[in-house]
């Protein structure tokens, strides 16, 4: 089966992008507090339940990985992009970083303990949002969690430069609830929400979502 135009578009972007992003992206530390407390929330809810590795699906560099198993969670992340995957390969040697598709992971059925999706999703088209979302159902442990921050707003981009380079991928914007509603729909529980105005090195409004695969009955 042909790999959809959309990923090859991604891949070939990042990879373009690699060495920029790392230069021009803040790291973990320098977040907005609110989006460094949900990270903090998640990695508790997850290292409180069984003990099972945690995802970061579209790790990129491996930065919030890195974060993530700072604070105390067992992180490997995923990216498309093998010049990312090479670059966080290069800084954090000690975690595990792979490459694939954020839509077939490569991950067993109910292998995960935790799935971070970090700003990872805005590049999917909105109609392949209802299967990346099973998928994290899938891979998801019974009572495990996932954690999705995200730009949010009603708006379809297509950039031509990113990062100060040419790019090819294309973003995608939705409301936060629609967001929500996928995952409902994808058999994931909402349990807490951010959503967050532009402010600082933020130039558009943008949200996390907290979601918990249900226990089996």
Known sequence: MAEPSYLSAVRASYDTVAVEYVARVPPPDAMDPLSRAMLAAFAELVRAAAPRPVADLGCGPGRVTAYLAGLGVAAFGVD?????????????????FTVGSMTAPGTGDDALGGILAWYSTHHTPPRCLPAMFAEFHRTLAPGGHLLWGDYVGDAHLRPTRGYGRPVSYESYLLPLDRTAGLLEQAGLVVTARLEQEPGGMARRPHGCLLARKPEQP
Not at 80 to 96: C, W
Request: no cysteine.
């Open 80 to 96: 498309l992009s093998p010049k990312m995957i090479e670059l966080a390969r290069h800084a954090y040697p000690d975690l595990r």
